[in-house]
């Protein structure tokens, strides 16, 4: 199934956040909007206040750092309450409760209640933190999409239980949270068309093997 999927998905893999905190601001940034928006409000905040970079042809700017941010009274197209989030994730990051490496060597659920400590975070945006912004590899991601995609793509009579889950993400492992990335697109793809899509089940069954670099491995 899996192979399938890549194939797919021209061995699509999940594009990581540079930070677990600026995973926690994009988040809290786009909050109730559409992701263009949010993006465009990130944007704006990097060139108003983030650190510059000259590239080819261009000025570009980085999202301001925990610092930075801090200080910032006022930020375009962010309201109050946003704003005070905003100041509480750059405090937890000033303190280090952000810290990649330190996610990373967590239980996952300890990582996750972690995160959840901060303003405005619940489980949605704790799972894409811990998983997108730190980059666990190997954990599964509870969520609705995800959970429809491997019903379907497994022919599943119910919504699978935590027990299904463990038993048919185990040979996934150590790449579990890249593998349910692939379920998740596929599952959109197929709502998008309609539920028309066909299905990965009916491809063909032998695939080239994937190759693998060192490069591959790293989730940074």
């Known amino acids: 199934m899996i192979g399938a999927l890549q194939a797919e998905h021209a061995y699509l893999r999940p594009v ?25 409000i990130r944007a704006r ?51 280090g409760r952000l810290d990649r490496a ?24 704790a799972t894409a933190i811990v998983l997108r ?3 666990r590899t190997d954990a599964l991601p509870d969520e609705p999409i995800t959970r429809a995609g491997i019903r379907r793509l497994y022919a599943l009579p119910h919504d699978p239980s935590p027990a299904d ?9 150590p790449y579990r949270m890249w593998c ?11 709502r998008a068309a309609g539920g028309a899509q066909r299905s990965p089940q009916s491809a063909p069954r032998h695939r080239p093997p994937v190759r693998t ?3 591959s491995h790293s989730s940074t």
């Open 180 to 190: 349910s990335v692939l379920i998740h697109a596929t599952q959109r793809r197929w």
């Open 45 to 95: 905040i990097a060139a108003l206040c983030g650190e510059p970079f000259e590239v080819p042809g261009a000025t570009v700017h980085a999202f301001p750092s925990p610092q930075v941010l801090r200080r910032q009274a006022s930020l375009p197209g962010v309201d109050a309450e946003k704003l005070s989030r905003l100041h509480g994730i750059a405090d937890a990051a000033l303190d």
């Open 213 to 215: 670099s060192s490069s």
């Open 133 to 135: 912004g730190a980059g």
């Open 16 to 40: 990581l956040f540079h930070s677990p905190y600026e995973a926690a601001c994009a988040f809290v940034i786009a909050h109730r909007m559409r992701i263009e928006q949010g993006r465009a």
């Open 165 to 173: 889950l463990a038993r048919i993400s185990a040979p996934w492992a």
């Open 102 to 125: 330190r996610l990373r060597a967590m239980p996952v659920a300890e990582a996750y209640a972690d995160v959840k400590r901060l303003r405005g975070i619940g489980d949605f945006f």
